[in-house]
């Protein structure tokens, strides 16, 4: 497991949470929970344990630093914005994409809706390793080559059974196989680089000033959704939303 964080003096928030099981997972108050709560969001220090690396770089679907991406840009206007907010160590978050992440992926591809994610990174901190960060990295550069989901269901597929495990590089690279990024040597040299370090540091802290306090957070038009873990209710209030 890797070592403590240390903090990074460029950013300003820290995110403390319970370490979560894999059992007993609901959104708001729905029978099946798919919402891992954050006990307690403090101001202070970010935890980072990469190094810097790309203070002023952001991928291909955010439009700055510390935006979060936007799989199809090209959504009409009349399309529901579908926020998520999620962390890639969060097990939670892999049972939601588990049941939600082929229609999510769809709602991008048919514009059905416009999908912006925003990778959280919090639990760092809380089972004292830097996988999150480094998956969210490694999530960014799969972007550059239009894979950002592809890679981050991989991610949630390959999560470890015990929490806190985290991923080595190699377990990280072969998501980046398993993704069919076009080009790996483009990536690894993204992720050698620590290209988008601080652009996941600055989404990280952007979400938690916008005030998200669990994970996954899912959001239609900026209202908070319950779900109850059927496919199918995802793509009908994206529907219902649809102006």
């Known amino acids: 497991m890797a070592g403590m964080p240390r903090p990074d003096a460029s950013a300003k928030l820290a995110a403390v949470a319970p370490r979560r099981s894999r059992s007993g997972l609901a959104i708001g108050i729905a029978a ?10 403090v101001i202070g220090a970010m935890t980072s344990n990469s190094g810097s690396g790309g203070s002023g770089a952001f991928p291909k679907g955010a439009t700055a630093l510390g935006a979060p991406i936007v799989v199809n840009p090209d959504a009409p206007a009349s399309a529901p914005v579908l926020d998520i907010y999620e962390d890639p160590q969060c097990p939670a978050c892999a049972q939601m994409d588990k049941v ?4 999510i992926a769809d709602l991008a591809k048919t514009n059905k809706a416009k999908v912006v994610v925003h990778t959280m990174t919090f ?4 089972l004292k390793n830097d996988s999150s960060v480094r998956a969210a990295m490694g999530a960014y550069c799969a972007a550059d080559q239009g894979k950002f989901l592809d890679y981050t269901s991989a991610v949630y597929l390959g999560q470890p059974e015990r929490e806190g495990v985290g ?10 196989l398993s993704s069919r990024v076009g080009s790996l040597p483009t990536w690894q040299q993204c992720v050698k680089d620590k290209t988008y370090k601080a652009h996941a540091n600055a989404v990280a802290e952007a979400s938690l000033k916008a005030g998200v306090n669990g994970t996954p957070t899912l959001l239609i038009n900026g209202t908070k959704l319950t779900l109850t873990g059927k496919a199918d209710e995802l793509a009908a209030a994206v529907a219902a939303a649809t102006k």
């Open 32 to 41: 099946l929970v798919f919402v891992a709560v954050i006990a307690a969001i």
């Open 167 to 176: 991923w080595t590089d190699t377990q990280l690279e072969a998501f980046a």
């Open 100 to 103: 939600y992440g082929g229609v």
């Open 123 to 126: 639990l760092d901190t809380n």
